[in-house]
């Protein structure tokens, strides 16, 4: 099986200072299709996960532009550029290529100091 | 917009059975692929079953093949997932999850499930 392994898995930060999270896989992501599929969710407090990105920087619609992906192959990444109150939570990292199973990453905490 | 609802979950004892459903609107039901996806206290989340959009396939994760069925209903537009011989290791929140060509789009707010005597 793949194995998705993120870092930080908890990561305090400073209102309006920028955030970065990596997530890497065991094996390439990139399909014979030619796409990666590298998904990134948010999970809010209480909440139930939401998509923020797909095939590794495709944002989905409501997602503020300060969220980016980028990455390729096994490595992976995803920054906020100015972190704000809402965006505490925890987020993970989770490959649609090779599957089953589809695969998450252990998820990183984001909080504020 | 799409809405995914889940239900019955509960309490159960070990060995026992319990059935979860995740009622589906906004979309074109028979058109996608579901998912089951769990949620241990705490924990991280695990992706446990997938039914195709046709129910022509179904993949478990090793976790709980054998023990857990993943179907559909097209006519209700519902997903299920009987759950049996269950063990307290399966004590989670369920989601159900629209699959969208290898990702997942949108989530439903999760139904708990506790295994305990």
């Known amino acids: 099986d793949f194995v998705m392994t993120q870092s930080p898995l908890s990561l305090p930060v400073t209102l309006g200072q920028p955030a970065s999270i990596s997530c890497r896989s065991s094996?390439?992501?990139?399909?014979?299709?030619?796409?990666?599929?590298l998904t990134w969710f948010q999970q809010r407090p209480g909440q139930s996960p939401r998509r923020l990105i797909y095939?590794?920087?495709n944002r989905d619609s409501g997602v503020p532009d300060r969220f980016s992906g980028s990455g390729s192959g096994t490595d992976f990444t995803l920054k906020i550029s100015r972190v704000e109150a809402d965006d505490v939570g925890v987020y993970y990292c989770?490959?649609?290529?090779?599957?089953?199973?589809?695969?998450f990453g252990q998820g990183t905490k984001v909080e504020i100091k | 917009q799409v809405q995914l609802v889940e239900s019955g979950g509960g309490v159960v004892q070990p060995g026992g059975s319990l059935r979860l459903s995740c009622a589906a609107s906004g979309f074109i039901f028979s058109s996608y692929g579901m998912h089951w996806v769990r949620q241990a206290p705490g924990k991280g989340l695990e992706w446990v079953a997938f039914i195709r959009y046709d129910g022509g396939y179904k993949w478990y994760a090793d976790s709980v093949n054998g023990r857990f069925t993943i179907s559909r209903d097209d006519s209700k537009n519902t997903l299920y997932l009987q759950m049996t011989s269950l063990r307290a290791e399966d004590t989670a929140v369920y989601y159900c999850?629209?699959?969208?060509?290898?990702?997942?789009?949108?989530w439903g707010q999760g139904t708990l499930v506790t295994v305990s005597s």
């Open positions: 094996q390439s992501l990139v399909h014979s299709d030619g796409n990666t599929y």
């Open positions: 989770m490959q649609g290529t090779h599957w089953p199973p589809w695969t």
């Open positions: 999850a629209k699959d969208q060509r290898r990702t997942f789009d949108y």
């Open positions: 095939k590794v920087s």
